[in-house]
């Protein structure tokens, strides 16, 4: 697969599930499937740390996926674009370091939030690899 299909991959798995933990955060969803750290899926969704500004970091995530998905999708070639995709992986990235940071503190962990904390790498080398080819002089 090439790199402009590993980032759609990995940005529609990661804005499906930072939208499901976003519809439990706002109640949309009675209970969070946690497939693997037992309660921990609902224990971190419900942590005072996952409201920044008030707004279930969720929502966030999934926004942010979601335009990252729009950029992907724009016809291939700006450098502007593939900076700001550049920018979007980084900050996902650092996101879910900063996360994984806080559920450690929590002692929970969430099955979701740590695929996407699993996926951001790769996700930020795909958009490595989008950048385009320097240009002649």
């Given at each position: 697969m090439k790199a402009r299909g590993?980032?759609?991959?990995l940005?529609?798995?990661?804005?499906?599930?930072m939208l499901y933990v976003g519809l439990y955060q706002s109640r949309a969803v009675n209970r969070l499937w946690c497939p693997l750290f037992n309660k921990g899926c609902e224990a971190v969704a419900d942590a005072p740390f996952a409201r920044p500004f008030g707004i279930p970091d969720g929502y966030i995530a999934a926004g942010m996926y979601a335009v990252f998905l729009l950029l992907l999708l724009l016809p291939r070639g700006t450098f502007a674009?593939?900076?700001?995709?550049?920018?979007?992986?980084?900050?996902?990235?650092?996101a879910n370091i900063l996360g994984v940071r806080d559920m450690m503190?929590?002692?929970?962990?969430c099955f979701y939030?740590?695929?996407?904390?699993?996926?951001?790498?790769?996700l930020v080398w795909a958009v490595w690899?989008?950048?385009?080819?320097?240009?002649?002089?």
């Open positions: 590993w980032a759609i991959l940005a529609l798995l990661s804005a499906a599930a674009a593939w900076v700001a995709l550049l920018v979007l992986a980084v900050l996902a990235a650092v503190n929590l002692g929970s962990y939030c740590m695929l996407t904390t699993v996926a951001s790498p790769r690899k989008l950048r385009p080819a320097k240009e002649p002089m």
